[in-house]
């Protein structure tokens, strides 16, 4: 049986996340596009900061890059499923440094198409699931 303090700070994590979302939101264009959010990167990965810990992938780990949008009712998200090894993140176009990283994505995965984030868009409301990258294939869907 969860605490009352076990309870507050769920409450105080859930807050700040959301007002953080909120901040990033009404951010202008520009800022978010340059803004590296939770990602730091090199010449051989990335590190993101998840919830309460930091996750290291390297580039050469990424097995598949799958791109698809998830229908939110009235908008559309983004998101993109990163697989390496046994594992698999999802980064959406609401996580913080999400454009950088799809930039990073197309300069180190030279078979991505350069417009998948612009094409995927339409038509509205379909999922349009797309593998972007796939290690060991030379064509990218």
């Known amino acids: 049986m969860k605490s009352i303090k076990d309870i507050v700070n769920f409450i105080r994590t859930e807050r700040s996340e959301k007002e953080n979302r909120e901040r990033t939101r009404n951010r202008p264009f520009q800022e978010k596009y340059d803004d590296l959010g939770i990602f730091t990167y090199d010449d051989e990965g ?53 454009y950088q990283f799809v930039e990073k994505t197309k300069e180190i995965f030279p078979f991505i198409a350069k417009n998948w984030d612009s094409t995927i868009v339409y038509p509205a409301f379909a999922t349009n699931l797309t593998i972007i990258y796939q290690r060991n294939v030379d064509e990218v869907k």
Do not use: H
């Open 46 to 98: 990335f590190t993101i900061k998840l919830k309460e810990s930091f996750e290291r992938i390297l580039w050469n780990e990424i097995e598949k890059l799958v791109a698809y949008k998830m229908d939110l009712g009235t908008i559309d998200e983004i998101c993109l499923d990163v697989v390496y090894g046994e594992y698999q993140i999802t980064i959406t176009e609401e996580t913080p440094g999400w």
